[in-house]
């Protein structure tokens, strides 16, 4: 398994391009106005036809990360997207494209203990300092972030790793609407194999909760959950540079959403 921490005094440099697909069929309802036997008119929601959509996504990320010391970490992180997405629905095909920023923020990891007879413990956190909501159509700041557990053990050539997250949103507005995005929590069980001292491979799932969207006053989502399939390798190019592949695939009864992740990292 690559090391947790940036080395004491180094900078580390990661580099890393995502792609994400996410489908949807879902049904299209439109208001329809029937006539009871009494006369009076009744406006009922009417189911109208499917709808199909797909969102495709590259998400370009750039992370800089010091050791202040040999059991903290601090980073900080920028990326910026570009998205299209096509649908079908009863009145007719559309397509609509943007790009541009997405969020920039700081973080840090702590060892809280090391890896003995037992396992490592370590503790961290990020804070977005500015990003953009494609709803509102504005920059935001200090209005999210995540913190963080993980613990790791080695039984050589595997390793062990669990890791569980909870991201946070704060309520956002501008002058005409406002949002409360649902908070999410995360808990992803991993194995990692080292095939030989310079690959490995690493399989898991990642299990979410996520609690409804409200959108002036109204709610736009239900709490929901989910599993994710998780399967990723890297590679040791050279004592300074790392290169990796991860990818995750989840099915939910609303849609279905493929990622795959490419990472550069290199020690300064």
């Known amino acids: ?11 580390q440099s990661d580099i890393s391009i995502s792609y994400l697909n996410l489908q949807r069929n879902h ?3 439109g208001l329809v106005q029937y006539q009871s036997a009494n006369g009076d008119y009744i406006t009922v929601p009417t189911y109208m036809g499917s709808a199909e959509s797909q969102s495709d996504r590259l998400l370009y990320t750039l992370a800089l990360r010091y050791g202040l010391s040999k059991d903290l ?11 299209t ?10 397509s609509h494209h943007s790009d541009g920023f997405n969020s920039s923020g700081v973080g840090g990891v702590y060892q809280v203990r090391g890896e003995d007879n037992y396992p490592a413990v370590l503790v961290g956190g990020t804070v977005d300092l500015i990003d953009y909501d494609e709803t509102l159509k504005q920059n935001f700041y200090l209005k999210s972030g995540s913190v963080f557990v993980s613990s790791y053990y080695t039984s050589d050539p595997i390793v062990f790793f669990i890791k569980a997250s909870y991201g946070y949103s704060k309520k956002r507005s ?11 929590a995360n808990i992803t069980p991993q194995i990692h194999f080292a095939v030989n001292p310079y690959t490995s491979l690493n399989w898991g799932v990642r299990y979410q909760y ?7 006053g109204s709610d736009v989502s239900i709490n929901q959950s989910q599993l ?8 040791e190019i050279n004592a300074k ?15 279905s959403q493929s990622a795959i992740t490419l990472n550069y990292s290199y020690k300064y």
Do not use: C, P
């Open 228 to 235: 994710n399939w998780m399967f990723g390798t890297s590679y």
């Open 27 to 29: 049904g299209d309802v």
């Open 73 to 83: 970490e601090v980073f900080a992180f920028g990326n910026v997207y570009n998205s």
């Open 174 to 184: 501008n002058d005409n609407h406002t949002l409360e995005m649902g908070n999410i």
């Open 85 to 94: 997405e096509h649908s079908l629905s009863v009145s007719g095909a559309e």
């Open 1 to 11: 398994m690559d090391e947790i921490l940036t080395e004491k005094n180094r900078i």
């Open 210 to 216: 996520k609690q409804k969207d409200v959108y002036d």
């Open 241 to 255: 540079s790392i290169i990796s592949a991860d990818m995750e695939k989840s099915d939910t009864s609303m849609y």
